[in-house]
């Protein structure tokens, strides 16, 4: 009985390590592979029009700029590393400017349960920036933030406060010269889809509550120092040469560029069961209007200033009260 049940185990641990495979493109994998050759990465950009609420914005904003800086040498290493791409370059121009040239509005998005912000480009713009840099495909990674829903528990894991809480997080496209998008992050054509947070701004504070023996739980900000101290806690980079790399970027780094790797092939798989998908165009209608939107080139033409975005209400966060949910204890085996 012993060695049936090890034998079905083992089974059942090969099937699902090797039975399921999953193209992450927004077109057949076989054809970004042969599209996207050499890879151009722009340096990574900060939103500071996007939903930051921090009462100390601009240092915010500075602090991750300047860590982006120190940091986004590591997404190409770890790109280069898949070996999906013949080449991958990190474009030399100016982050603020590439990004306020480019950029024609900014969505927020709420897709299968993941609320993320969704950016869509110029496309002469895009079409120059491919061509001048000898690319076949531009990466772009922009960190914004944003207000969402979140559950935090307290030291003791009974209390816990759910809540609108203020984050940054980090999103990335691929793009082809056509402005279409090969590729993105958050990703939903893994099983589960999901938006880890980047970086949270904010925090319940369970412990003042309970040292003024109240049940309602103020919502903080974190301090600019205690944020650089977070985004300084480092761990050994894969740049030649060695170095060091935040702990909190290489989290998102090794996420975005495990679906960017080669998929092992198998002898007993064959490509029948592909999807030919179709590249996913960067302008799609909006919820709020079933109609198509105007084309990219006629939009920046009718409107001087095409970036849009909704208008921030920031509302004081009230006291909330702490719930409590029992732990149940469970038998040590």
């Known amino acids: 009985m012993k060695t049936f049940l090890q034998t079905f185990m083992f089974l059942l641990i090969t099937f699902l390590s090797f039975g399921c495979s999953n193209n992450y493109y927004n077109i057949p994998k076989e054809n970004f592979e042969k599209k996207v050759k050499i890879l151009g ?14 009462p100390e914005k601009d240092a915010l904003i500075y602090l991750i700029k300047e860590q982006n800086r120190k940091n986004e040498k590591e997404l190409v290493a770890l790109l280069r590393e898949t070996g999906t791409f013949f080449s ?4 030399d121009d100016d982050a603020d400017k590439l990004f306020n040239n480019i950029l024609f509005r900014r969505e927020r998005r709420d897709d299968a349960s993941v609320v993320y912000n969704k950016y869509f480009y ?16 531009v990466m772009f990674t922009v960190v914004s933030g944003l207000t969402r829903e979140d559950t935090f528990r307290s030291s003791n894991l009974i209390n816990y406060l759910k809540s609108d809480y203020n984050f940054l997080v980090m999103t990335s496209q691929i793009f082809d010269k056509d402005g279409n998008i090969l590729w993105e992050f958050p990703n939903f054509r893994e099983n589960s889809p999901s938006q880890p947070a980047f970086l949270g701004l904010q925090y319940p504070n369970f ?8 049940d309602y739980v103020d919502i903080k900000y974190k301090t600019i120092p205690g944020l650089t101290r977070a985004l300084n806690q480092t761990e050994d980079s894969s740049l030649p040469g060695g170095g060091k790399v935040s702990k909190i970027y290489l989290s998102v780094f090794n996420n975005m560029v495990d679906l960017l790797k080669p998929e092992k092939k198998y002898p007993w798989e064959d490509n029948k069961g592909d999807k030919k998908d179709e590249p ?16 990219k080139e006629e939009s920046v033409i009718n409107n001087p200033n095409p970036v849009q975005t909704d208008v921030i209400k920031e509302e004081p966060v009230a006291p909330q009260p702490i719930k409590e949910e029992p732990i149940k204890e469970e038998s040590i085996k």
């Open 122 to 137: 110029k496309l002469p713009e895009l079409k120059e920036l491919v061509t001048k840099s000898g690319v076949d495909a």
């Open 41 to 54: 990465v722009a340096p990574i950009f900060v939103d500071s029009e996007s939903d930051i609420r921090h």
């Open 207 to 214: 412990e003042e509550a309970k040292a003024n023996y109240t």
């Open 280 to 295: 996913q165009q960067q302008v799609p209608p909006t919820r709020e209007n079933d109609q198509a939107l105007p084309t």
């Open 88 to 91: 991958v370059r990190l474009l």
